[in-house]
C-alpha cells in the first residue's frame, strides 16, 4: 500500500468569458494601438457629417491601472464652452494573477465632466487573440453611436 498525499487541483476560469485563448502571449500594444486607433477613425465620417465645425484629436496613454487606453476627443466648435467628448477603448488586468487575463471596455464620454454619454458592454477575456478581438469589437460598437457625440457636442448644458 502506496500512501500517496491529497491534491487539490483548483480548475482554471473558463466560464463567464467572452473569448478564451490557450498558449497565445503577445507584447505588440504599439500594433493594438494602431489597430484600434484606426478602427475609431471611421468615427470621424459620421461625427464630422453632423458637426462639420467640430475637430478631432487622437491620442493614448498606458500605466495606472490601464495597460492601455486609446482614444478619440471630440471638441466643438471654437468659441463653445461645451465639454468635448472623447470615445474611446480600455484595456485593464482582470484582477486575476494572469498576465494574460484582460477587462476591454469602452466609452463615449465628456473629457472634463466625465458624463457617461453611451457605454459598451465591458468584456472579460483570456489570451492576446482575445483582447485584440475584443478591443476592436468594441471599437465597432463605438463607431455606430456618432450620434451620441454629435449630440453631446450639442448639448449646451454640458459645460466644461
Known amino acids: 500500500m502506496t500512501n500517496k498525499p491529497v491534491f487539490y ?16 502571449i503577445s507584447d505588440d500594444w504599439s500594433n493594438l494601438r494602431d489597430l484600434v486607433q484606426h478602427d475609431l477613425a471611421a468615427l470621424d465620417k459620421d461625427v464630422l457629417a453632423g458637426l462639420p465645425a467640430a475637430r478631432v484629436r487622437s491620442g493614448s496613454n498606458r500605466g ?33 494573477a494572469s498576465v494574460d487575463h484582460f477587462k476591454v471596455s469602452g466609452d463615449i464620454a465628456g473629457e472634463a465632466t466625465g458624463d457617461i454619454l453611451f457605454e459598451c458592454q465591458p468584456q472579460e477575456v483570456i489570451g492576446w487573440t482575445a483582447m485584440t478581438e475584443a478591443a476592436r469589437d468594441i471599437s465597432s460598437v463605438l463607431v455606430r453611436h456618432a450620434n451620441a457625440v454629435v449630440a453631446g457636442l450639442e448639448d449646451a448644458s454640458r459645460q466644461g
Open 64 to 96: 495606472g491601472g490601464a495597460q492601455l487606453f486609446v482614444y478619440r476627443v471630440y471638441e466643438p466648435p471654437a468659441g463653445s464652452d461645451v465639454d468635448p467628448v472623447v470615445s474611446g477603448v480600455l484595456i485593464r488586468p482582470a484582477g486575476s
Open 9 to 24: 487541483e483548483i480548475a482554471p476560469q473558463t466560464g463567464g468569458l467572452e473569448r478564451l485563448d490557450i498558449h497565445d
